[in-house]
T-cell receptor, first 114, second 109 residues
């Protein structure tokens, strides 16, 4: 059971570099989410998608971009990495709208910006 | 007022005792409530969901919801060392789920 798969698991970037965090799910879920989690903090929503071709901003979207060309994939792009983006990033998916069903999480990507 | 509030802890509970975790939320329109467990360095794992007022039991876990008081809690009976983790309360708002900062639970052997 693959569920939600995130790559890479770890990455170190230099300030100003760009990268894409990959997320794919094999559960045919329409709803996908990107969160960041800073040390000792809860999860903050960056972007979410309710289906292929549809994305929307969450609480902390600045400095990030997303796309959703297929149901399975929801990549997160950092264009100009900044130290404030050092965090653990989690991708999640859900089968139903309105937050009425729980979210299934990937294992996370630990990103450091130096 | 924060949307989802939890005491950050740590909450220390002797092994075998009942651990009680609490959460309050601000949006009266919320209809779905979740408790996730997160071990250090791992991703959140769903342990309970509750959608209507009252209690919901699953093994050693009981979730309690009081919409009038905007309060949701999680009870863990017969606490085990393996229950030591951070517990995240999550509440829906429209198409999104909003997470609290989590409560760190430490079960004392």
């Amino acid at each position: 059971n693959a569920g939600v798969t995130q790559t890479p698991k770890f990455r170190i970037l230099k300030i100003g570099q760009s990268m894409t965090l990959q997320c794919t799910q094999d559960m045919n879920h329409n709803y996908m989410y990107w969160y960041r989690q800073d040390p000792g903090m809860g999860l903050k929503l960056i972007y979410y998608s309710v289906g292929a071709g549809i994305t929307d901003k969450g609480e902390v979207p600045n400095g990030y971009n997303v796309s959703r060309s297929t149901t399975e994939d929801f990549p997160l792009r950092l264009e100009l990495a900044a130290p404030s983006q050092t965090s653990v990033y989690f991708c999640a998916s859900s089968s139903s709208p309105g937050g009425h069903q729980p979210q299934h999480f990937g294992d996370g990507t630990r990103l450091s910006i130096l | 007022q924060k949307e989802v509030e939890q005491n950050s802890g740590p909450l220390s509970v002797p092994e075998g005792a009942i651990a009680s975790l609490n959460c309050t939320y601000s949006d009266r329109g919320s209809q779905s409530f979740f408790w996730y467990r997160q071990y250090s360095g791992k991703s959140p794992e769903l342990i309970m969901s509750i959608y209507s007022n009252g209690d919901k039991e699953d093994g050693r876990f009981t979730a309690q919801l009081n919409k009038a008081s905007q309060y949701v809690s999680l009870l863990i009976r017969d606490s085990q060392p393996s229950d030591s983790a951070t517990y995240l309360c999550a509440v829906n708002r429209d198409d999104k789920i909003i997470f609290g900062k989590g409560t760190r639970l430490h079960i004392l052997p």
